[in-house]
């Protein structure tokens, strides 16, 4: 019986093949093997894969019950998958949300790391910023006193702006130092650069899902500053508390053991300079080669 399935699976395959018909079939092929790749592409790694491979195994199920003629099984799971569209589409709200959010920042042409769209006011301003930024983390850094600073992009980070106090402030070294000194009642939250600005702090940041790929060594801001930069294009400022180090965290990877200079130079390559994406790579892969 098993032997009959497979070589009707077959069959239909086969039939599927010869009955392809002009351009429009091939699109339509391509078209959904691009779909079911970035459908991969998206889950990996993540929560989702899990649930994918819960999904899978249910069909699997269900084929067994199918053979073994088991009616009450196989009504079950047919309630189960009728609905399995939403169902999945409930399920996997953050992995869709932040793949549309990818989809819109790699069709954005406005960037603030772009000349293009800077004036010279905005570019002086954000290298003011960066200065400052640079000075109190390493101030941080000398004394051990943490710190977790982001700077916003293309992504709006409006719901985790809602989470903390606005301040809309021009930027400081002196304002930073204050925010996050011990027992001050925003140290303990991110603070929130927009356009140059300190726009919010206090702020609390998502919590990155793949605990099991980061190191164990890494605290609760390290891993905040990754889940943010896994919902966002934001790039992520992190001074540890326990050992002083300056970490940089960006597309869901983070960067232990920065130097000054070398957080000086990532800013200036990611918010004022022209080439900023191959800049970054080569700093950051130079940085890992160290190690």
Known sequence: ???????????????????????????????????????????????????????????????????????????????????LLLILIVVFTPEIRHALETIGHSSSKISLSNLKGMDIFKRNQMADTIEQVVKACSNFSDKSIGALIVFERNIMLGDVIK????????????????????????????????????????????????NNYVSSELGTRHRAAIGISENSDALVVIVSEETGNISIAERGNINTNI????????????????????KIKKILRGKNDEK
């Open 163 to 210: 989470t903390g106090t606005i301040l809309d402030a021009s930027i400081s070294s002196q304002i930073i130092e204050n925010i996050f000194f011990p027992k001050a009642a925003l140290h303990d939250g991110a603070a929130i650069i927009r356009d140059g600005r300190l726009y919010a702090a206090g702020c609390i940041l998502p919590l990155t899902q793949k």
């Open 259 to 278: 130097s000054v200079g070398k957080l000086r130079e990532i800013l200036q390559n990611a918010f004022v300079d022209q080439q900023n994406e191959n």
């Open 1 to 83: 019986m098993i032997l009959s399935i497979f070589s009707s699976y077959f069959d239909d395959f086969k039939q599927a093949i010869t009955s392809i018909d002009g351009i429009g079939d091939i699109l339509d092929i391509l078209a959904v093997t691009i779909i079911i790749y970035f459908a991969i592409k998206l889950v990996k790694e993540t929560k989702a894969k899990q649930l994918v491979i819960g999904v899978a195994f249910l069909v699997i199920f269900y084929m067994i019950a199918s053979l073994l003629k088991m009616d009450s099984v196989k009504y079950l799971l047919s309630l189960i998958f009728s609905n």
